[in-house]
């Protein structure tokens, strides 16, 4: 299924989502909120490897982190 999308929020707002092209490739995001309900954007691989970060100030980080 094309576009296939999964999305999880919790109690809090923090909310994962996780989206599936044509040959099941992953693509999966996580927004953690903090005490202020600001939210920090994770990116990720299909590895589950952290890919980017963008966090409350719009501050964008694209380096493949090992």
Do not use: C
Not at 15 to 36: C, S
Request: no cysteine.
């Amino acid at each position: 299924m094309l576009g296939r999308i999964t999305q999880i929020t919790d109690p809090l707002g923090n909310r994962t989502l996780v989206e599936y092209d044509v040959i099941d490739r992953v693509k999966k995001l996580t927004e953690v909120k903090d005490a202020k309900n600001q939210s920090t954007l994770f990116g990720y691989d299909k590895r589950n490897r952290a890919t980017s970060r963008q966090d409350a100030l719009l501050k964008t980080e694209s380096d493949h982190w090992v």
